[in-house]
């Protein structure tokens, strides 16, 4: 049974950090490219980072670009989300997405091509 679980959210102060965990189970994880996308209240799903199978490339969405960083330890099967700088505008429920990316070629921000998801976990910020 394939299945990715966040963990890490929660309150945190405007200028505030937190740290996101996705654990992957039931897939080769290192094959698998790895994303991370947010849904605010009333809004639809959106790409925030994407990280490549190899490690080597990685994607960022304007808004998040500086503050956050995406990164993976295949030896633990889990990515990662380091979000700083943290603004009121980043709340949302963010959710772990993974596709099998040896041979994709379709875009990392396209949440189309991400066929497992996790089930989310809350980010607040609060102002």
């Known amino acids: 049974q394939v299945q990715l679980v966040e963990s890490g959210g929660g309150l945190v102060q405007t200028g505030g950090s937190l740290r996101l965990s996705c654990f992957a189970s039931g897939l080769t994880f290192s094959h698998n490219d790895m994303g991370w996308f947010r849904q605010a209240p009333g809004k639809e799903r959106d790409f925030v980072a994407a990280i490549r199978w190899s490690g080597g490339g990685t994607v960022y969405v304007d808004s998040v670009k500086g503050r956050f960083t995406i990164s993976r330890d295949n030896a633990k099967n889990t990515v990662y989300l380091q979000m700083n700088s943290l603004k009121p505008e980043d709340t949302a429920v963010y959710y772990c997405?993974?596709?099998?990316?040896?041979?994709?070629?379709?875009?990392?921000?396209?949440?189309?091509?991400?066929?497992?998801w996790g089930q989310g976990t809350q980010v607040t910020v609060s102002s």
């Open positions: 997405a993974a596709r099998f990316g040896v041979t994709t070629t379709q875009a990392m921000d396209d949440s189309r091509s991400y066929d497992t």
